[in-house]
């Protein structure tokens, strides 16, 4: 093993939203520091694949990645970054349930000629039924079904909400805390619905706003930048490279070991900003944590994805940005179209398909061979005449093992004790989705991040969770000044 390195190096576990926020706000101050990450490029689950084929150059995000935010400083840290390449996009998406399409943001005459008289008055008679029984009983709602069904009554609640929930997270919405509706769906309410319907003007929550900020080649271009930014001021950044020992002195780290390709190194690091998977960073603390953290730990579960990204020798396949499958008899749950965030994404007169199945990892999607899960996906397209396998020019196959920090009816309790000792250590900062295990949108991972370093630069622990407390994520502003059209 190389020898450890100076003691005042700062050091960032993880390149993601979070890590590389952390590492440009260090930057901008003039410190330098270390990064390392385990994949071979940045941006975490914010990064843009890219594919060459016969045909030119390909891009897709892991995912729709649009912008929002309630912090007008993260506008301007991204505008500083993109300048030009930081666009506004018209968003157009639509869920596909029941086997009909539906417009999202919902439009009252849309949903009302789809779904027909008979099944919209017992969504009403349900959501009145609620609203009276609201009256007498005021227990807070405990669990997303509770929630859900409370808020929009169980017809509605059913056709969309509850089944898509049980997709993402492979467990009943009775075993789901409702933190998670809090987060996703505390803002949207059948009169915000009607309102944003009724009144264009009405902004609304923000799932119902219509439109988002994008860069022209992808979210994983905001992360390229930090990368050339902080290279380029002379931090180091380590590829292929992941911790495998934090060592401490009571509550400070001390050393953290790294594996390279060409071996082992430590380092003495004056503060660690680390967005790993908060399960793995306490397996690897040396002395470990108590045993009470440890078994917390070992409650925490990660939910998985995988995904097939689909090369498409057509100029389009849908107007919309992503498309929702709620239904439990298709077997992926999202499909974006990223032509339609950027003309950047795909070759002149191609187009593309990103498809996202929910899995855990080790499971039967996750094992799923990509000519299994090829024809899983096109049986359902070609059946709902979106595409034909005909049209298909490659197939690319993707997996991430830890994309959603599941919430079920412990974690808060297990996450609890977990930060409590995280938070004490001196100079460690857990940041990120992964490294907090909240789901954090984009916006709060990037804040988390920013936090992080004015921790260290300050010498004053800030609240790193604050824009990601339990609150409506889908909040925020779309100012009109920041990013050109």
Known sequence: MQPASPPEDILILGAGPAGMACAMELCRAGRGMTMVEKAPQVGGLAKTLQFEEPDGTYRTDIGPHRFYSKNPYLYRFIEDLLGEQWRKVPRHTRFYVRGKFYDYPIRLANVLRQIGIVSAG??????????????VHRDPPRTFEEYAVREFGRSLASFNMLQYTEKIWGIP????????????????????????????RSQGPKTLVD????????????YEAIRDRIQAAGSRLLLRTEPIRILRDGLRVTEVTVRTAEGEHAFRPSSVASSIPITRAIELFDPPPPSAVREAAAGLRFRAQVYLFLTVNKPSVTRDNWIYFPDTSIPFGRVSEMKNFSAEMC????????VEFFC??????????????????????????????????????????????LYDLDYDRRLTVILEWLDGL???????RPGRFRYTNQDHSLEMGILAAQSILTGTRQNLDAGAENEYFEKGMLPTAVARQ
């Open 211 to 222: 439109s988002f900020y994008y860069p022209s080649r992808g979210s994983g271009l905001i």
């Open 426 to 432: 001196e100079n460690f900062y857990a940041i990120g």
């Open 122 to 135: 017992r969504m009403a008679r349900d959501f009145l039924w609620e609203r009276m029984r609201s009256l």
């Open 173 to 200: 919405c009775s075993q789901i805390s409702v933190d998670w509706a809090v987060q996703r769906i505390g803002g949207l309410s059948v009169f915000a619905t009607i309102r944003k319907a009724l009144f264009s």
């Open 347 to 354: 070759p002149a007169g191609k187009t593309s398909l990103f």
């Open 360 to 405: 855990f990892e080790g499971d039967e999607v996750w094992q799923a061979s990509k000519e299994d899960l090829f024809d899983r996906t096109m049986t359902v397209l070609e059946r709902i005449g979106l595409l034909f396998r005909s049209g298909v020019t490659s197939v690319h196959h993707i997996r991430a093992a830890h994309v959603y920090p």
